[in-house]
T-cell receptor
Framework: GAVVSQHPSWVICKSGTSVKIECRSL??????MFWYRQFPKQSLMLMATSNEGSKATYEQGVEKDKFLINHASLTLSTLTVTSAHPEDSSFYIC?????????????FGPGTRLTVL | AQSVTQPDIHITVSEGASLELRCNYS??????LFWYVQSPGQGLQLLLK??????LVQGIKGFEAEFKRSQSSFNLRKPSVHWSDAAEYFC???????????FGAGTQVVVTP
């Protein structure tokens, strides 16, 4: 099956710094990628939809200037958490949709654990 | 508006016993339904999905789910749980175009000896 990777798998940073998380589709081209955030013992909340070559679409309440998303190629989307603060500590999961258009072709990455000190 | 409800936040089951996790959805059109499992600190693994056809769907790891349109439900079952089934389970609904998923709140399954 299709594989989506995320890097890094975990990261610890100081408050005020920026952190970049990569999401890659390893064996297929993803026209659309999604970024989710998951707090401990909670469900996944969609943050934004990222389309290759265009601006990301953010969900209501998500600060686009804080969570910068770049989908520069069909296999890579990046999420940059700018000026991170402890409340940004969370588990970030991406998913990638292959271009066939069917819902079953959305594949999830293993997640990135961000801890901001 | 679409929504997914998992009424049980936490379920404890004995190893070898049967397991049923409930999922109810609200969706304006024909739903595409999914069950995912998440082990601690891990990403999501797809257990099974329903698009159309036979309303009883078989998945991996011995799981099955039944779609009941009249009840707007898509409950997950396993006849005999193993200790390795302890995890968080999420029900999700998505549109046919592969767009945004709506996840339920999740059900934490604890398996006792």
């Amino acid at each position: 099956g299709a594989v989506v990777s995320q890097h890094p798998s975990w990261v610890i940073c100081k408050s005020g710094t920026s952190v970049k998380i990569e999401c890659r589709s390893l064996d297929f081209q993803a026209t659309t990628m999604f970024w989710y955030r998951q707090f401990p013992k909670q469900s996944l909340m969609l943050m934004a939809t990222s389309n290759e070559g265009s601006k990301a679409t953010y969900e209501q309440g998500v600060e686009k200037d804080k969570f910068l998303i770049n989908h520069a190629s069909l296999t890579l989307s990046t999420l940059t958490v700018t000026s991170a603060h402890p409340e940004d500590s969370s588990f970030y999961i991406c998913s990638a949709k292959s271009p066939s258009g069917r819902t079953d072709t959305q594949y999830f990455g293993p997640g990135t654990r961000l801890t901001v000190l | 508006a679409q929504s997914v409800t998992q009424p049980d936040i936490h379920i404890t089951v004995s190893e070898g016993a049967s397991l049923e996790l409930r999922c109810n959805y609200s969706y304006g059109a024909t739903p595409y339904l999914f069950w995912y499992v998440q082990s601690p600190g891990q990403g999501l693994q797809l257990l099974l999905k329903y698009f159309s056809g036979d309303t009883l769907v078989q998945g991996i790891k011995g799981f099955e789910a039944e779609f009941k349109r009249s009840q707007s439900s898509f409950n997950l079952r396993k006849p005999s749980v193993h200790w390795s089934d302890a995890a968080e389970y999420f029900c999700a609904v998505g549109p046919p175009d592969g767009g945004k998923f709506q996840f339920g709140a999740g059900t934490q399954v604890v398996v006792t000896p």
